[in-house]
């Protein structure tokens, strides 16, 4: 069934700023928006993909270069969620996908990314998606579902058996959700990742997102699994303390790391020191963290 966005409850968001609302960085769906995923995905070789999931339709881009190797899957931010302090977006398309940027600079040799529902995709082509999915049910249990739906064909699609998950932002506590339930996880990496939304919505004092899934809940039961955790040491929307309140309910485990970036902004910066920090982690991957 259609969720329709509860629009009564509008008024207790006016304490957001206009940063805040605007954070994920979306507008509407125009064709510049599909031109600039060309631009940016083709000299990576980044090949287009839908994922018809049942209730979503998931645009993908996605490259196989060695199947039976692992695959890398990066999720995308949550776009803009707002276009207002009161009006929500039409559309959550990112206006810059830092995630598939992202994914461009990894020569990992299976990649697959995954932009959030409805984004990329109209109403027309996806007619379940409502204002509800990108505002206080950007995480709900069906949302996970979908993008899980997704990840298992990519799977298949690589002939992997290993997955090593990268979000970005929202995609970051998508991607801590999505551990949860599955056992083929070999890695995770969040960056600028909104992984503890109750201590997010804390610190801007905002209306919990009492619909969405909250990753910190999930601490405990992926605290076996290689993480790292990277935020920008100018970033004001989602700062290294929502990455410190996460790891502070996961229980004692050495397999998670977290660190701060100097220099980098929410979605500044990242394209400039992520290769980087993908050499870095693998050899911590090679060394085995977690031992």
């Known amino acids: 069934m259609e969720k329709k966005f509860p629009f009564k409850i509008l008024s ?11 954070c994920a960085c979306g507008t509407n769906l125009w064709v510049n928006d599909i031109e ?3 631009l940016i995905s083709e000299p990576a070789r980044l090949r287009l993909k839908i994922h018809h999931t049942g209730q979503f339709s998931l645009y993908s881009r996605e490259r196989y270069d060695n199947p039976g190797q692992d695959l890398t899957i990066y999720l995308e931010g949550d776009g803009v969620a707002w276009v207002s302090r009161t009006e929500p977006s039409r559309n959550p398309t990112p206006d810059d996908p830092i995630a598939l940027r992202l994914a461009t600079l990894d020569s990992s040799p299976n990649i697959v990314w995954i932009a959030r529902p409805c984004q990329y995709i109209t109403k027309k082509e996806n007619p379940t998606c409502d204002p509800y999915y990108w ?5 709900a249990p069906e ?7 997704a990840i298992t064909v990519a799977k298949h699609s690589a002939k992997a058996s290993k997955i090593h998950l990268v979000g970005y932002s929202g995609g970051g506590g998508l991607s801590m959700l999505i551990a949860a339930e599955r056992n083929d996880i070999a890695s995770i990496r969040t960056v600028a990742g909104n992984i503890d939304h109750a201590a997010f919505t804390s610190l801007h004092r905002v209306t919990p997102l009492r619909h969405s899934l909250d990753p910190a809940s999930v601490a405990w039961r992926i605290r076996k699994i290689p993480q790292w955790h990277f935020f920008g040491d100018r970033d004001k929307i989602v700062p290294k303390s ?3 309140s996460y790891l502070s309910k996961g229980g004692e485990s050495h397999c998670a790391k977290i ?4 220099e980098v902004t929410h979605n500044k910066g990242w394209d400039q020191v992520w290769r980087n920090l993908l050499e870095e982690t693998k050899l911590d991957e090679i060394n085995q963290i977690c031992k």
């Open 12 to 22: 207790v968001f006016i304490l957001i700023n206009s940063t805040l609302l605007l």
């Open 259 to 262: 660190r701060a970036l100097a």
């Open 242 to 244: 929502i990455g410190d």
């Open 36 to 38: 600039q995923v060309n």
């Open 135 to 139: 505002t206080l049910g950007r995480l």
């Open 143 to 149: 949302v996970v579902k979908a993008v899980d739906t």
